[in-house]
């Protein structure tokens, strides 16, 4: 499996940005948005479910970011609203083998290449 991100760039605090991550084929299993900044270790932001039913949020964007995926188009998304400059980072998309959602990067066995989010205060 191939992951593809995109949507990331430069954006004034308060603003938004839709990440998506396109895989190269089906995914059967919960995927998930991590987060790296500088010079910090890699965060759990979200995950979802293969039905799209369950999602589960880090408290630092619960009620900002909203994770989605279209099954059909085989793609990923992460909606995030009144972005704040701590949530400058690379963000990841990822597939776990597990069918719920996992919080650890050690239980994802396919990463994308990851996109640039920088928020201006």
């Known amino acids: 499996v191939q992951l593809q991100a995109s949507g990331g760039g430069l954006v004034q605090a308060g603003g938004s940005l839709r990440l998506s991550c396109a895989a190269s084929?089906?995914?059967?299993?919960?995927m998930g948005w991590f987060r790296q900044a500088p010079g910090k270790e890699r965060e759990f932001v979200a995950g979802?479910?293969?039905?799209?039913?369950?999602?589960l949020y880090a408290d630092s964007v619960k009620g900002r970011f909203t994770i989605s995926r279209e099954n059909a188009k085989n793609t990923l998304y992460l909606q995030m609203n009144s972005l704040k400059p701590e949530d400058t980072a690379v963000y990841y998309c990822?597939?776990?083998?597990?069918?719920?959602?996992?919080?650890?990067?050690?239980?994802?066995?396919?990463w994308g290449q990851g996109t640039q989010v920088t928020v201006s205060s």
């Open positions: 979802i479910t293969w039905s799209g039913g369950t999602a």
């Open positions: 084929g089906r995914i059967f299993s919960a």
């Open positions: 990822a597939v776990s083998p597990f069918g719920n959602i996992r919080t650890r990067g050690a239980e994802y066995n396919y």
